[in-house]
Nanobody, 124 residues
Framework: QVQLVESGGGLVQTGGSLRLSCAAS????????MGWFRQAPGKEREFVGSISTSGVFTRYADSVKGRFTISTDNAKNTVYLQMNSLRPEDTAVYYC?????????????????WGQGTQVTVSS
């Protein structure tokens, strides 16, 4: 069983930055593929980015490519989502997810474990 706890959300102005953190429990964090998803009010959950177990491979949604960066710190069992040049359309609840498996994935059904989410609001 893996527990994920997100933090770092908040209110930021357009063009600003935030860094989300997702702390994972368990000793096998380095064997998990990690992903970030988001859900805006009235919309379906959508993929944001994913990082492989090795940390070598990453994948991003086109809407965030070049602005968001995923990274991991295996010593801290933590995955980060650095978000720059934020836009009002980035406003959503952001979720961290984990699964065992190789590579990256943009499909939410590939992820077994989910955090509770953290709210990100970007004001115009």
């Amino acid at each position: 069983q893996v527990q994920l706890v997100e933090s770092g959300g908040g209110l930021v102005q357009t063009g600003g930055s935030l860094r989300l953190s997702c702390a994972a429990s368990g000793p096998t964090f380095s064997t998990y593929r990690m992903g970030w998803f988001r859900q805006a009010p009235g919309k379906e959950r959508e993929f944001v980015g994913s990082i492989s177990t090795s940390g070598v491979f990453t994948r991003y949604a086109d809407s965030v490519k070049g602005r968001f960066t995923i990274s991991t710190d295996n010593a801290k069992n933590t995955v980060y989502l650095q978000m720059n040049s934020l836009r009002p359309e980035d406003t959503a609840v952001y979720y961290c997810a984990a699964s065992q498996g190789s590579g990256t994935s943009s499909y939410d059904y590939h992820y077994r474990y989910w955090g509770q989410g953290t709210q990100v609001t970007v004001s115009s």
